[in-house]
């Protein structure tokens, strides 16, 4: 499957396994990768000592291009230190999200790595698309993690009339080949997913073997899920004592925790900041019915939790299947 974003990043399918912070390392990003999309892995959560060690066992595991993801709201942990690890690591892509990229973006330009920008709103976009990145990708409220207000295919459809030849990527509710292949056929050059590959056997394998029961249950709440007990709410971000930028917020998976304190923004707010930092967070992250499980609507389309390689292939040929279909459906040959 060529698109101008394959072509661009020399990747064979135009899947890009979203950042995830830290926890999604070395293993997932390579597995993807080896399997012909992008593999990322994410940076916040952890230092520069981690960022920089992850980078060399990816470049241990694979020969083929990966990205690493910068969180770039201006008082994200280690932000700019995280950016100089990947620059100095001379990775192949850079994926930029929240907050202002620009210059984060003309800085891994000057650097000569490959950016890649994630936007909220049209205002970003079209700021973006002026700085001319080497792909945009436009995030839907549906995505798990942090996302905006607007819903990922009209969004999409405004920015893809405005982005001339810079390739859109759509993220946000994707989960399989459905979404690539509506999003394909609507001019995106490809799809970000995250939900999908958090869910896979690889997301977070190699971390602390104390949150593995945590994460292991993580992943079967959003097989259970039919993707209608997600939240968006303050509270998740309340809960980390982190302010994110205007219009941002967290989706994640509904548990005990949301369940208690849905809402209940000032008064978590005031809870925790009379805790030592991240002392909260921390306190829900050791059962499993209260850690946070960020994840998106699109956790109604994951069934299994799988090997990465084979999420991958899958959602090309469903893509591949469906696309052929609507041509023959509609009489209309592909181009
Ligand atoms: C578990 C999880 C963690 C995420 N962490 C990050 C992150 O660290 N940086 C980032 O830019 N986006 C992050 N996101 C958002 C993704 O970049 C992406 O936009 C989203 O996953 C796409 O929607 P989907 O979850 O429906 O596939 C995260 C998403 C999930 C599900």
Redesign the pocket.
């Known amino acids: 499957m060529r698109t101008e974003l394959t072509e661009r990043l020399g990747i064979e399918h135009p899947i890009i396994q979203?950042?995830?912070?830290?926890?999604?390392g070395p293993a997932l990003a390579t597995a993807v990768s080896g399997a012909g999309a992008l593999g990322t892995i994410?940076?916040?959560?952890a230092g520069p000592d981690v960022l920089e060690q992850q980078i060399k066992r990816c470049r241990d595991l694979t020969d083929k291009p990966f990205s690493v993801?910068?969180?770039t709201f201006d008082w994200a942990p280690f932000g700019q230190q995280l950016l100089e690890v990947a620059i100095e690591q001379q990775v192949p892509i850079v994926?930029?999200?929240?907050g202002n990229p620009l210059p984060s973006l003309e800085r891994c330009r000057a650097a000569g790595v490959k950016t890649l920008v994630?936007v909220q709103d049209l205002e970003s976009a079209r700021a973006i698309l002026h700085a001319a990145p080497d792909a945009l990708?436009v995030?839907?409220n549906?995505?798990?993690?942090?996302?905006g207000r607007r819903g990922?295919l009209n969004f999409a459809a405004q920015v893809l009339d405005l982005a001339g030849n810079i390739p859109v990527v759509l993220?946000?509710?994707?989960?399989n080949g459905r979404g690539l292949a509506a999003a394909l056929a609507m001019g995106a050059a490809g799809?970000?997913?995250?939900?999908?590959?958090?869910a896979s056997e690889e997301?977070a394998d190699g971390g602390p073997p104390e949150s593995a029961a945590v994460l292991r249950w993580q992943k079967d709440a959003i097989v259970a899920s039919d993707g209608s007990n997600t939240l968006y709410d303050e509270i998740l971000d309340n809960a980390y004592g982190l302010a994110w930028p205007n219009q941002v917020t967290g989706?994640a998976l509904r548990n005990r925790f949301t369940q208690e304190w849905e809402g209940r923004h000032e008064e978590l707010r005031q809870k925790v900041a009379a805790e030592p930092p991240f002392a909260f967070v921390q306190g829900l992250a050791r059962s499993p019915e209260t850690a946070i499980?960020?994840?998106?609507?699109?956790?109604g389309l994951v069934d299994e939790i799988k090997p990465a390689a084979q999420i991958v292939a899958e959602t090309v040929q469903q893509a591949e299947q469906l696309l052929g279909q609507v041509a023959a459906r509609t009489g209309s040959a592909p181009a």
Do not use: C, D
């Not at 799809?191 to 958090?198: L, W």
């Open positions: 979203a950042g995830m912070s830290a926890e999604g994410g940076s916040i959560g993801n910068v969180v994926t930029l999200s929240f994630q990708i995030q839907g549906e995505a798990g993690g942090h996302t990922t993220a946000g509710g994707v989960g799809v970000v997913m995250g939900t999908r590959f958090k997301f989706r499980n960020w994840a998106g609507e699109s956790s």
